[in-house]
Structure formats: C-alpha cells, structure tokens
C-alpha cells in the first residue's frame, strides 16, 4: 500500500542511494507522501534544540533554534544550502528534496529552557532554513516552539517566507500582549512575479508575502521586513526598489533592512548555473562581481547604500534627517558613487574613489545591509 512505508520499521525508505543511516543521528524514519512529490523527510530525534551562535558573529542574538534542514522553498541563492554537506548530501536538489525534519525538538527545547543555567537570552528562528516552510504543516513544530519559549519568558524573534505564519499569529499577539518580547520579519527580494517563480520557486507568491505583512500588523504586531538578497543587475534597479518599497509601505511595513547578494561556498556555482540557465547575458558579469570572493566589492555595496537612502526615507523608513546626510556624503566627490552612476561605473571606478574616500566621514549606519 501507498502507506506503507509511513511505517516506523520501513527506516530506509526514500534514503539516497549510497547513502549511509550513520550520518544523520538520530534517524527514526525517512518518509515520502503523496502531498509532497519527490520528496523525503528525514525524521531524527535530536539531541539538543538551542544552537549557540559563534561569538565572533555579527548577528544580534546568540542562540537559534532550528526545527528542519534544508527547505522547500528551494531558493536558488540561500546561503544555507552547504550545510547540507555536512550531512554528506548535496548543497544542489537534496538540499530542496531531503528534509531532516528534528520530530523530538519541542520536548527537547522545554527541558533546555527549564535549565536553572539558561538566561532567557535572545532566540532567533528562522536564521537558517525557514522555520514556515511549507513541511511545517505536516509536522506543525512550530506552535510547540513559540509555546515553550514564551513560557520560560525566553525573548524570540521569527525571519520567514512562509505564509503559514498565520496560523500562529493569534499565538504571537497573545505572548506579545502578555508581555514577552516577539519581533516577526518577513523576508521579500522581488515584488516581480516572473522572477520570484524562477528563482524563489517553493515560496509564496510576492502579493502573499505582502498581505501576511498586513495581517501581521492587523494582528497587532510590529512587522519588519528583510529586503534581501538584492541581486545586481536583477532587483538593484531605482524602479525596481522603488516599487518594492512602495508596497511594503503599503502593507504597512514598520521597518525595512537592505542585503546585497552574497555567494558562499558551493552556492556560487549554483547561481551561476541558475544564470545560466534563466540570465545568461548576467553569467559573466556576475564573474567579475564576485571574482575575488563571497560579497560584492565595497563600491558596489556603497552605490547600493546610495540608492537605496533617498528610497527608504520616500516611503517612510528611516529618519529623513539621517539619509539627507548619507546622500550628501554620497554624492559629494570623496563620498561615494555619484548621482545617476550604474553599478558598473561604480565598480569600475572604484579603486581611485576608495583612495578619494579616506578622509571622508563613515556613511551612516541605517543604509548598511544588516540581518534581522
């Protein structure tokens, strides 16, 4: 029968070929459904839910919890793809087809929490794979997650994708008005269509990402928003962040946060074949942009930084005040790349303007790309 191999003694099947059990600890099961073509969850009982941010991470917060590895919404650019490999999968398809699926992490997490050691530090969730995919609704970890948290009044932040957010958002308003500490951010790099299906192809639609913003404002929380990544050549255009800009204002937005593309690891093959294949006049100048290593060249990200202050202070998020300065030092002659200059120019002219630069003051920090 077509279920029969939801059964806990049919272990192995959906495992790759070749693969060895040994690498995943913990394995109950692998488990294929119908509602899920071509795709095999892992389920493990972990050994441990709170996973503690190395010290030397920029990031604010130093513990996450991840309930799932890999992710349905098969992003060609996520940053989180190479740590498939630690699992001695690949960082390509089985990152978007072998989910490990940690069934034992809410218990996991309350006896963690109810340490006398642990300090109620900040959590974040979210921070790898995203924690509403869409498997979340087949295992429904995540309301078990926030229960637990909020209990041991544990401060917790959700970053998300996923539009099954909503289910939990009562749960959220309740923690939020009887006190503890909840932040929800959404993460929307395109508001076009036609690029979202092809790059984003397991998420939500942009128009769904925009109406879950509204909701959660309608739920009575604060709602910002991860504009990330901003693809060079791609999503990096004035009209193309204005428009974005302008429907998160209208979604009523609270506050908005800038990334450029970065490509670590085996992820840069990887959106170079996607270029390839969907932007092929892009593959080479995306060879250039990152010719010498992960993140775009620093005048690339100040012409970002430029174009992007006036925008977000048009639509209301960020004091005026502050971006009225930061365009002043961007385009004066030793500040930045210049009024009307392409991304191309700015890289191109670079290296003289970076020695041009040294006296002048740092840009204000509220057009630097930061993470929620």
């Known amino acids: 029968m077509r279920w029969d191999g939801q059964k806990v003694e049919a272990a192995s099947d959906g495992v790759l ?15 294929r459904t119908p509602e899920f073509a071509g795709v095999t969850f892992h389920e493990v009982l972990c050994r441990s839910a709170l996973n ?13 919890v991840n309930p799932m590895r890999g992710c349905l919404h098969a992003c060609a650019y996520c940053f989180a793809r190479p740590t498939h490999e630690y ?22 997490l309350r006896a963690e929490l109810g340490r006398r050691s642990w300090r109620r530090e900040h959590v974040a969730l979210g921070t790898n794979t995203d924690p509403y995919q869409r498997a979340e609704g087949r295992y429904r970890l995540m309301p078990g997650i926030l229960e ?27 923690v939020a008005t009887s006190g503890g500490s909840v932040a929800v951010s959404i993460s929307l790099a395109t508001v076009d269509d036609e690029l979202q299906r092809v790059l984003e192809p397991g998420t939500p639609t942009p128009r769904a990402r925009l109406e879950l913003v509204r909701a ?14 901003v693809l060079p050549w791609l999503t990096d255009s004035e009209e193309h962040l204005d428009a974005l800009l302008a429907a998160l204002a209208d979604a009523g937005a609270t506050g908005v946060s800038v990334m450029a593309l970065h490509l670590r690891g085996a992820v840069k093959p990887l959106m170079e074949d996607w270029l ?19 993140y775009t060249p620093e005048e690339y990200r100040r012409w970002l930084d430029a174009r992007v202050a006036p925008l977000l202070a048009r639509h ?13 030092a961007a385009t004066s002659p030793s500040g930045g790349p210049a009024v009307g200059e392409t991304a191309d120019e700015a890289v191109a002219a670079g290296a003289g303007r970076a020695r041009a630069s040294t006296s002048a003051p740092p840009p204000p920090a509220i057009a630097s790309p930061t993470l929620f």
């Open 17 to 31: 070929p070749g693969m060895d059990l040994r690498t995943l600890p913990g394995l109950v099961r692998s488990v």
């Open 216 to 229: 959660v404002r309608e739920a009575g929380l604060t709602c910002g928003v991860l504009v990330a990544p």
């Open 87 to 108: 699992l001695d999968l690949g960082a390509g398809r089985d990152f978007e087809s072998q989910i490990v699926v940690k069934t034992n992490v809410v218990e996991v």
């Open 316 to 328: 209301g998020f960020a004091d005026p005040r502050e971006h009225r300065a930061w365009r002043a």
């Open 276 to 294: 390839r294949t969907h932007r092929p006049g892009l593959l080479a100048r995306y060879r250039r942009l990152y010719g010498r290593g992960a």
């Open 148 to 174: 637990a948290l909020a209990a041991s009044g544990t401060p917790l932040s959700v970053l998300t994708k996923g539009t099954l957010l909503r289910r939990d958002l009562p749960l959220l308003s309740d």
């Open 52 to 64: 503690r941010v190395p010290d030397a991470s920029s990031v604010p917060f130093r513990w996450t």
